[in-house]
């Protein structure tokens, strides 16, 4: 399993980002995805997830109406748009993958992870 994240970078605050996350090594169509963050100093937070089947999405309280997390199965790509960016969510982002969508906003339960991508969002 390979999971590969870019598109992170420094955005001023009110900004948009867009994260992409390329797949390789697994059968992409049939895995959860997620998006995990860890900002400096503090604990890993799980962001947002998609479904393998029906393309249902979850997403943590503090990014819902913010970010959208989408997936394109003919590419194995899965992206996360992020937009009315605020400093707290300066991180360090990160794709995850397992093959259930039980317990999906426990990051702890994810196998496959990338190497992530940092976002910082400043004036």
């Known amino acids: 399993v390979q999971l590969v994240e870019s598109g992170g970078g420094l955005v001023q605050p009110g900004g948009s980002l867009t994260l992409s996350c390329a797949a390789s090594g697994f059968t992409f169509s049939i895995y959860g995805m997620s998006w995990v963050r860890q900002a400096p100093g503090k604990e890993l937070e799980w962001v947002s997830g998609?479904?393998?089947?029906?393309?249902?999405?979850a997403y943590a309280d503090s990014v819902k109406g913010r970010f959208t997390i989408y997936r394109d199965n003919a590419k194995n790509m899965v992206y996360l748009d992020m937009n009315s960016l605020k400093p707290e969510d300066t991180a360090v982002y990160y794709c995850?993958?397992?093959?259930?969508?039980?317990?999906?906003?426990?990051?702890?339960?994810?196998?496959?992870w990338g190497q992530g991508t940092h976002v910082t969002v400043s004036s």
């Open positions: 998609v479904n393998s089947g029906n393309g249902r999405t």
């Open positions: 995850a993958a397992k093959a259930t969508w039980d317990a999906v906003r426990d990051a702890g339960t994810y196998p496959n």
